[in-house]
């Protein structure tokens, strides 16, 4: 499985960007997909994630302003960032979790820069 993201860029505090991550190849079908980020300096954390049937999660500082969504036909995964603040600056990076019991199987994308300016 490989994972592509694309919609990162530089955006103004207050604004809104929409990433997308695309899986290739096939996905085991109990699985969780989402986004982590990376600031300088800090460690990467949960943004959101969303398992195959549909159940979300959010970091507590993305809480209300973001929204993770999924379309299982195309693999494909989103994150909808609005009200935007200069913290929501980092690499953020997709991930797929295949929930091969007992096994986690995890592939990570390559990351997509988000530049909020204030």
């Known amino acids: 499985v490989q994972l592509q993201a694309s919609g990162g860029g530089l955006v103004q505090a207050g604004g809104s960007l929409s990433l997308s991550c695309a899986a290739s190849g096939s996905i085991f079908k109990f699985n969780i997909m989402g986004w982590y980020r990376q600031a300088p300096g800090k460690q990467r954390e949960l943004v959101a994630s969303i398992t195959n049937g549909g159940a979300t999660s959010y970091g507590v500082s993305v809480k209300g302003r973001f929204t993770i969504s999924r379309d299982n036909a195309k693999n494909t995964v989103y994150l909808q960032m609005n009200s935007l603040k200069a913290d929501d600056t980092a690499v953020y990076y997709c991930?797929?979790?295949?929930?091969?019991?007992?096994?986690?199987?995890?592939?990570w994308g390559q990351g997509t820069l988000v530049t909020v300016s204030s």
């Open positions: 991930n797929v979790k295949e929930q091969r019991l007992p096994n986690l199987v995890e592939y």
